[in-house]
């Protein structure tokens, strides 16, 4: 069960900075997730999987998911540098 929920972890994370690394390259990135969106999503690919587990377990490791990725979506936002506009 560990293992399980450190491989959703770290394809989580794996993910999303392959998505920052798409955002950063594009100027006009669409809106960032939201907390909803992203739950709806987890839990869709949860359901997906088959892999036997509760509606409570699969919850909350959503719930565990999404709140890392609004985590890093705020830490990246924050340690976006501040550029100066071109004269």
Same mark, same amino acid.
């Given at each position: 069960?560990?293992?399980?929920?450190?491989?959703?972890?770290?394809?989580?994370?794996?993910?999303?900075?392959?998505? %920052?690394?798409?955002?950063? /390259? @594009?100027? +006009?990135?669409?809106?960032?997730?939201?907390?909803?969106?992203l739950?709806? =999503?987890? %839990?869709?690919?949860?359901? /997906? @999987?088959e +892999?036997?587990?509760?509606v409570e377990?699969?919850?909350?490791?959503?719930? =565990?998911?999404?709140?890392?990725e609004k985590?890093?979506?705020?830490?990246?936002?924050?340690?976006?540098?501040v550029?100066?506009?071109?004269?």
């Amino acid at each position: 069960m560990n293992r399980l929920i450190c491989s959703l972890v770290w394809t989580g994370l794996f993910g999303y900075a392959g998505a %920052m690394a798409q955002d950063a /390259a @594009s100027p +006009s990135a669409p809106p960032q997730s939201s907390s909803h969106q992203l739950m709806k =999503d987890c %839990m869709d690919k949860q359901k /997906a @999987s088959e +892999s036997g587990k509760s509606v409570e377990d699969m919850r909350k490791i959503c719930r =565990d998911l999404t709140k890392t990725e609004k985590q890093n979506q705020n830490r990246a936002l924050v340690d976006q540098p501040v550029t100066a506009p071109a004269n």
